[in-house]
Nanobody, 123 residues
């Protein structure tokens, strides 16, 4: 079994930056792809970015050029550096992981999920 714990969320003004972290524990060698999803109230959970152990990467079009996903396999941790934040980025951000090696945009393809961390961007 795999456990994922997110950290780094908070309140920031538009144009600011935040760095999210997600630490994996448990059967960590059973996972390959790790990803960030986000969910705003009343909306579905959508992909923000995904990265495989081989560092294949997939970004949502709305965050390209502003967000950067990275991972440290030795630390079993994935990061999301968020720059030039906009009010539209306000959401609960979830870390996800799966044994597959695909940067899939479908939330149903990920077996393991963190508890989420709130990101609020004020205007």
């Amino acid at each position: 079994q795999v456990q994922l714990v997110e950290s780094g969320g908070g309140l920031v003004q538009a144009g600011g930056s935040l760095r999210l972290s997600c630490a994996a524990s448990g059967s960590i060698f059973s996972i390959d792809v790790m990803a960030w999803f986000r969910r705003a109230p009343g909306k579905q959970r959508d992909l923000v970015a995904a990265i495989t152990r081989a560092e294949a990467i997939n970004y949502a079009g709305s965050v390209k050029g502003r967000f950067t996903i990275s991972r440290d396999n030795a630390k079993n941790t994935v990061y999301l550096q968020m720059n030039s934040l906009e009010p539209e980025d306000t959401a609960v951000y979830y870390c996800a992981a799966d044994p597959s090696s695909y940067v899939d945009s479908r939330s149903t393809m990920y077996d393991y999920w963190g508890q989420g961390t709130q990101v609020t961007v004020s205007s």
